[in-house]
């Protein structure tokens, strides 16, 4: 009997989701996990070999340093840097006028982080304003530990050391001696790609879920942005790169669904067949040794209506655009994104973020030093830690800084009683560490669902074992503080942020939905010609299509943690975002069917009518969605006009994409009630 049917269905889910997770084929994780895995080990035997205080500190700034490549690496190092040198200077600024004044202390360090907080959500660089918020925060400890000021300023002169030097060595590992190049992951990820599209032609394989789709073609766009700022050859060339990745990931996506044995068994497909995956491996090949791929298949008539039979002629013409393109086609001028967002200075919610974190971390500090408990001043870094935008984005993080201290304490827990007592050297301590840092890098260069279980497992596991003592320790005191800190800075957070001026995504919600619908409308409007520049324009709003759509995917899983909705209206405007999002899908690769037939010049009027007219349904819809008030449109088109007669097919599909669009829920009476629409207004305006 499978052991899976006689466990919760909360705990199977639980179990699904961290073999996702720990499964996860990533770029660069295998080589990002050992480079952080041995930067752990060369720190601990660092820092206790040179007596430098603060390990877990130390190990916080290699967790999260040390990127997927070489170029981000070196990017977050830098940042690294002229973080150290603010947090140092705002904390001798502090320390200089108000050591000896716990009050005035206060008074002047939370204006530093009110600006940390306020810049963090609202400037391009956070992490920047991030780190010198942890450092202004953890800085307060320390009067408040000691009583003498000089140890406190050597202390604190001690930071530039603590986090300076785990910044030298992810760089000397990460950038210099071991680099992962962006370029070379690209290579390895497009080749991937390509083998997954190649099984589909060959085999009826299962098609893998839309959502592990959408997150590839993500990170495809991801690299891509890296590879232009790291190679000058990718950069000369980026307008053919640019239209390369468009194009696999069309290949990818359009072949996850396709369906082999519901082709028809002929010579003439199977011809064809041949020649189109000889030609992906071609393209293959050209990609590996990074070279511009150009292909001179010029297809006959019966190629292109084997083609077309076998419902692959627009990625037939995708793959020719792309072979034929000129690599030295100029690029079209990127629009670089301002530093801040545009209303960082008119929208409240950032000063109110801002607040609402001091206010946690102010709690905190009070109750630690009410009650003369200094060892869970963790407390007070949680509250920084899990300050997230909105609601459900906070719970998230609450629910993984609380299962990675979790974990992190009952493994200094179990070491602590069971293994440390019996160590006599350095050597057996890094041979104790070594397989705990493994789990925690591997854990922790997964998706950004579970990344942070790592990084807060080897800080919470560090603090309680390492931290201070240059050798192991077998005190479980400093186990049980660093837990109750983290408890009670989750539990503080969890009250603030869920009623004082809660960010909810539930309003915002529609609002993504409804620009997702209007670029699927959008996408509808482009020309059905075969013609490179229109075939590209197609191939860039599918992938952004698909960024949506997973942005919207998200933001529904934020909004189903926000417990402060009635249940029944969330689970409804859940339910009507889960059926937008699969019709929109079907939309998607619906219209991609009716890309595979070869107009005429007379037929072309015609369909771009339809298509017209499809797109403008969907805009009012998307329109109407904006102000929760969309109606499910009625369509009622011809079966098959006259002057179409010879293209049924595409009629057919045009038909179902009508169809579909009919489907879309009727969202003219809102998700939420008059009552819950007015308390999150009036919560965020």
Known sequence: MNVLNVLP????????????????????????????????????????????????????????????????TKFVALLFVAATVLEIGSLFLIYKWSYSYPLMRLIIS????LGCMFMMRTYRLGLLFFAVAIIAVYGQTFPGMLDYPEVVVRLTLWCIVVGLYPALLMTLIGVLWFPTRAVQQMRHTLCSRLDDALSHLTVAATPLPEKRIEKEVLALQKLNAFCLADNASWRNQSAWWQTCVTTVSYLYTRLNRYNIAAVAKTAETHDFMIKLTNEIHSLKRAITTGEIWQSDWQPSEREMAAARASGLENLCHALLNLGRMDPDTPPVPASRPPSMVADAFTNPNYVRYSLKTLLACMICYVFYTGVDWEGIHTCMLTCIIVANPTVGSSFQKMALRFGGALC?????????????????????????????????????TGSERSSYIGTQMIVTFSL???????????????????????????????VIYTFIWPESEARVLPQKLAGAMGMLGKLLRVPRQQEATIQRTYL??????HAAFNACEEASERVALERQIVTAER????????????????????WDETRNDDLQAQDQAVIQDRANHLAGLLEKYA??????????????LEETPASLSRLPECVKQEQRVGLLITQLPDWSTPALSP??????????S
């Open 9 to 72: 269905m909360p705990l199977v889910r639980l179990l699904a989701f961290f073999h996702e997770e720990l499964s996860e084929k990533r770029p660069g994780r295998v080589p990002q996990t050992l480079q952080l895995w041995a930067g752990c080990l060369l720190v601990v035997l660092i820092s206790m070999t040179f007596e430098i205080p603060f390990l877990a500190i130390s190990l916080a700034v290699l967790f999260y340093g040390v990127q997927s490549n070489a170029f981000y």
């Open 110 to 113: 939370s204006p530093i982080l």
């Open 408 to 444: 992190g304490a009952l493994l200094a827990l179990l070491m602590t009683i069971f293994v440390i007592p019996r160590l006599d050297n350095i050597v057996e301590l890094l041979v104790m560490l070594a397989p705990i840092f493994l789990i925690a890098s591997w854990i922790t």
């Open 464 to 494: 309680a074992t390492l931290e201070n003592v240059f050798g192991p320790v077998s005190d479980l005191v400093e186990i049980r503080d660093r837990a109750a800190g983290i408890l009670i800075g989750t539990a503080v957070s969890a």
């Open 540 to 545: 860039q709003l599918r992938v952004g299509l």
């Open 571 to 590: 689970e409804l405007l859940l339910q009507r975002t889960q059926s937008i999002l699969h019709h929109g899908r079907e939309i998607l690769y619906t």
């Open 623 to 636: 329109a109407d969605l904006t102000c929760a008030a969309s109606q499910a449109p009625v369509i009622a």
């Open 675 to 684: 009552a819950t629409e007015q308390a999150q207004g009036a919560a965020q």
